[in-house]
């Protein structure tokens, strides 16, 4: 079993910027994929944006050139800085990895809030 483990968020004006950093328990080797998804109240669980280890990457198009996420294979550690935040982004933001075609693991959530 993976533990994921988050840090960042918190409140921001909106325009500001905020980065969340997520670690695993242990590095997991091989391919992989490191990404983010948000929830907010009402919605559903939706990607915002995920890495691979070959460093290919994708984005849902509301925080493209906004939003970018970066990863330390050795580590298993992904990162997502948000510039530019907007209201909308407001939301408890989850980080996850997938490996080994069968394995996940999510991180406990961590709040993003963004005030108009």
């Known amino acids: 079993q993976v533990q994921l483990v988050e840090s960042g968020g918190g409140l921001v004006q909106a325009g500001g910027s905020l980065g969340l950093s997520c670690a695993a328990s242990?590095?997991?080797?091989?391919?992989?994929?490191m990404g983010w998804y948000r929830q907010a109240p009402g919605n559903q669980r939706e990607l915002v944006a995920e890495i691979t280890n070959g460093g290919s990457t994708q984005y849902i198009d509301s925080v493209k050139g906004r939003f970018t996420i970066s990863g330390d294979n050795a580590k298993t550690t992904v990162y997502l800085q948000m510039n530019s935040l907007k209201p909308e982004d407001t939301a408890v933001y989850y980080c996850?990895?997938?490996?080994?075609?069968?394995?996940?693991?999510w991180g406990q959530g961590t709040q993003v809030t963004v005030s108009s």
């Open positions: 242990r590095t997991i080797f091989g391919p992989k994929t």
């Open positions: 996850n990895v997938k490996w080994g075609r069968i394995y996940s693991s």
